[in-house]
């Protein structure tokens, strides 16, 4: 989180979101008024003087070591070198690994035996024994013992009933 502390110097005057604080005085934030974090301190001064100006600030009490603002697998942002970051990356079905990569789900080409039926890795059949669907579960198909009125069964296994047809008989 990113917090900002903002002071702005007018003609003859400090002008701070606290109070109006003169020329020669000193404005101070206490360090137990803020939390650990990153601060941004912007600074608005207008200057009369253009020669020989009287302006001096004075920082003190800040940390100045040097910040990486690399992206990092774990830091919870996907970038281009990684597949995913869920900013956990404990692994699991269906979940981002440790190197930022998927450790398994459906359409890997490798059966979770807990989680898959099938997974030929193009698990692209809705209907048939042709391979798998989408889900990584066998697809209906005819034989299955369900009737899928959707896919024009109108029996499945049953008497009187050949290519998932009724044949009258």
């Not at 917090?3 to 206490?30: D, F, K, P, Q, Y």
């Not at 830091?75 to 597949?83: F, K, L, S, Y």
């Not at 890997?108 to 898959?116: L, S």
């Amino acid at each position: 989180m990113r917090r900002a502390i903002l002071v702005a110097l007018g003609i003859g005057t400090i002008i701070s979101s606290a109070a109006a604080i003169g020329i020669g005085t000193t404005m101070s934030v206490e360090p137990h008024a803020m939390s650990r974090g990153l601060y941004e301190v912007a600074l608005f001064h207008a200057e009369r003087h253009s020669i020989r100006s009287v302006f001096n600030l004075t920082l003190t009490g800040f940390s100045f070591e040097l910040s990486s603002c690399a992206r990092s697998c774990g830091d919870g942002v996907v970038d281009q070198r990684e597949e995913c970051d869920d900013g956990v990356n404990d692994g699991g079905y269906g979940r981002c690994g440790r190197d930022c990569r998927w450790d398994q789900w459906c359409g890997d080409g490798v059966v979770q035996p807990a989680f898959e039926q099938c997974d030929d890795s193009v698990n692209g059949v809705r209907y048939s024994d042709a391979g798998c669907s989408p889900s990584c579960r066998w697809p209906p198909r005819c034989g299955d013992g369900l009737i899928d009125a959707k896919f024009g069964e109108q029996c499945d296994g049953d008497a009187g009933c050949s290519g998932c047809r009724i044949t009258g008989e």
